[in-house]
């Protein structure tokens, strides 16, 4: 059964930085796109970033690109998602994601999921 651990996440003051991690088990994690998924209250899940399972192939939200830096350590079967210059509207729950067959930005074809890690930045 796949489990997906998130954690790092906490309070922080607007042009932070945060490290997210999640750590991953029961699954050939290298054989496994993982993505970066967000969810402020009252609004729908967004894409945030997305590491392939193909080499050097990652992909950014352009609400956080130049600023997030998504990376996976395949041999400690962890992803980590390095923020840097956060605002107020980084503020959301982040999710880690896992997919053996998709490494797109529709969070609704991820199967499996972490429980979640709260980011709040304020201003």
């Known amino acids: 059964q796949v489990h997906l651990v998130e954690s790092g996440g906490g309070l922080v003051q607007a042009g932070g930085s945060l490290r997210l991690s999640c750590a991953a088990s029961?699954?050939?994690?290298?054989?496994?796109?993982m993505g970066w998924f967000r969810q402020a209250p009252g609004k729908e899940r967004e894409f945030v970033a997305t590491?392939?399972?193909?080499?050097?192939?990652?992909y950014y939200a352009d609400s956080v690109k130049g600023r997030f830096t998504i990376s996976r350590d395949n041999a400690k079967n962890t992803v980590t998602l390095e923020m840097n210059s956060l605002k107020p509207e980084d503020t959301a729950v982040y999710y880690c994601?896992?997919?053996?067959?998709?490494?797109?930005?529709?969070?609704?074809?991820?199967?499996?999921w972490g429980q979640g890690t709260q980011v709040t930045v304020s201003s």
């Open positions: 029961g699954l050939r994690f290298s054989s496994y796109a």
């Open positions: 994601a896992a997919d053996q067959s998709y490494d797109g930005s529709n969070w609704r074809l991820y199967d499996h």
């Open positions: 590491d392939s399972w193909s080499a050097d192939s990652t």
